[in-house]
């Protein structure tokens, strides 16, 4: 076997390439995460019911200690579409991923087949003529551009960050989420008690009214009372239709968080009853743990790193390409003599590309580039803004929520005794029907006011754990697509082990802690390129 057809040979070669490329320089800058604002304590740090020391729950939705929301957390993780079409995106960028690490192989790889017949003129002058004849031809074309500047590895810093980014991404998506169910489950709560109370009232006003209009017909009272009274209970009974629909939407949108049709959600719902109350206090932790915690935090982070990457494969542009070009195959007349030793001829050589007309082209690419990571940059930045904003928002909300909650649970107290007095001085002849309004009125209003805040307290809380970006943990060991989805898509084009069980988050462990800016050889991820047969 001749050196040519050594494969120790074409190793060696495959290996010499790769170190050149690894022990070239690598253009562009190397990245480094941008300053943002960050305060050094939250600002309600005196309120008892604020832990700033301890570090805010996982699974925040456990706090309530309702069944049904627990329920509804996990059926949505499981089948919400918007998800699922978040872990696909994490997919797709692995597979982006591997691309970017094929850059480093040769670019061009071609086996190439063909028979040619050729016909000569014979009415061509004798000496530019030629016998009738046949080409059998086989080959194998390669061209390989050597990495020298970073350029490829550049390209796989980028995909990293990319990869990472979708991973934040998926998070961001599952935060939002299990908080939209819980804020969609408090409302559906507020607006059945809302409605129990809108029973509640027509009774008694129902009450109220058949009073006046006894009083009414034995001659004490004018009619102007019963319209009153009439008045007052139907409005009440309007409230409940307009609360009916409310409900209904509300299902509705539960549903489709659920990924699932519109329904009534009753065996789940049947779970518990009532506003899940808010708990006693709430773990802030500090603001720094934002930065690891927040998910569109993270995600922003993850951008501007890919960005950083994106200047050093733009520069590399400025300087030369090496490639080393070659072929080698087989060619002759006969098909018979095809796979013989006379038959195998090739050509191979470097080449050098280098396009120093284009300069004002590439160095406004670059720029373009740059400018592009500043902005970035300052993306980052103000998200880290907005998320301390969340978290100061939705700790007044609670703090001052609660306090709020106190005083208006002692005014519906008040309320409620000031609605039976008065009724009880008008069936006495004591106070006229105006007293028995006024009085009902205002039940009503404190009523519906306290269970509108109760929920809101409630509410707060769930952006709280939001903006602190707690949720997202639950997908830690999980796949990010559930395996019918795989299942379909295996069946549909071959994914090799890429969608093997548990191995995309695996993998997204490797490339978060074995990245393309590290020391050591592991970032390749060689299986992430070619196929394991």
Not at 137 to 151: C, S, Y
Not at 190 to 195: A, D, Q, S
Not at 342 to 362: H, K, L, M, Q, T
Not at 469 to 488: C, Y
Request: aromatic residues 8%; contains cysteine.
């Amino acid at each position: 076997m001749s050196m040519l057809h050594s494969p120790r040979v074409a190793t060696a070669a495959v290996l010499l390439a790769l170190a050149a490329s690894a022990a070239g320089c690598m253009v562009g800058p190397d990245y480094r995460v941008p300053p943002a604002p960050l305060a050094e304590q939250w600002l309600v740090t005196d309120a008892p019911r604020v832990d700033t020391a301890g570090r805010a729950p996982d699974q925040w939705w456990s706090v309530f200690g309702d069944p049904a929301l627990d329920a509804l957390v996990e059926a949505a993780y499981q089948q919400n579409l918007t998800l699922r079409a978040a872990g696909l995106r994490v997919i797709a960028a692995q597979a982006r991923r591997g691309i970017a690490i094929g850059e480093l192989f040769p670019q061009t790889q071609d086996v190439n087949a063909g028979y040619v017949r050729t016909w000569s003129s014979k009415n061509q002058p004798l000496l530019l003529g030629g016998p009738d004849f046949n080409t059998f031809r086989v080959g194998f074309d390669a061209a390989w551009e050597i990495d020298l500047w970073g350029r490829f590895r550049r390209g796989i810093e980028a995909s990293d960050a990319e990869l990472l980014a979708s991973v934040a991404d998926y998070d961001d998506v599952l935060v939002s989420l299990v908080a939209e169910v819980g804020v969609t489950y408090v409302q559906l709560r507020v607006i059945e008690e809302l409605l129990a109370l809108a029973h509640e009232n027509a009774r008694l006003q129902r009450n109220s009214l058949e009073i006046a209009r006894i009083r009414y017909e034995a001659g004490g009272t004018s009619d102007l009372d019963v319209q009153q009274a009439t008045t007052l209970l139907e409005d009440t009974e309007a409230d409940i239709p307009a609360l009916e629909i409310q409900l209904r939407q509300t299902l509705d949108s539960l549903s489709v968080l659920l990924g699932m049709p519109p329904s009534n959600l009753t065996e789940t719902l049947a779970q518990s009853t009532g506003i899940p109350a808010p708990p006693p206090n709430v773990a802030v932790g500090i603001p720094a743990e934002l930065l690891r915690r927040r998910p569109d935090i993270r995600r922003a982070e993850r951008q501007v790193a890919a960005q950083s990457a994106r200047i050093g494969v733009a520069t590399a542009d400025l300087l030369p390409r090496f490639q080393l070009v070659g072929n080698v195959g087989l060619t002759a007349e006969r098909a018979a003599d095809l796979f013989t030793g006379r038959s195998f001829g090739g050509i191979a050589g470097p080449e050098v590309d280098w396009p120093v007309f284009n300069y004002g082209r590439i160095i406004n690419a670059v720029r373009v580039e740059d400018a592009t990571f500043q902005e970035l940059a300052a993306h980052y930045a103000d998200t880290v803004l907005g998320a301390q904003r969340d978290v100061e928002d939705a700790v007044i909300g609670y703090v001052r929520g609660v306090d709020e909650v106190a005083h208006l649970e002692r005014s519906v107290e008040a309320a409620n005794r000031a609605a039976e007095l008065s009724l009880i001085q008008y069936t006495g002849g004591a106070a006229d029907y105006t007293r028995v309004l006024t009085a009902d009125q205002a039940k009503i209003t404190a009523d519906r006011r306290l269970t509108d805040r109760r929920g809101a307290v409630t509410a707060s809380v769930i952006a709280l754990y939001k903006a602190l970006g707690g949720g997202w943990e639950m997908r830690e060991g999980n796949d990010f697509v559930p395996t019918a989805t795989k299942r379909e898509m295996e069946a549909r084009t071959w994914w090799d082990s890429m969608l093997s069980e548990h191995t995309e988050a695996k993998d997204i462990h490797a490339a978060a802690t074995d990245t393309a800016t590290d020391t050591g050889p592991g970032f390749l991820r060689w299986r992430r390129w070619w196929p394991q047969w």
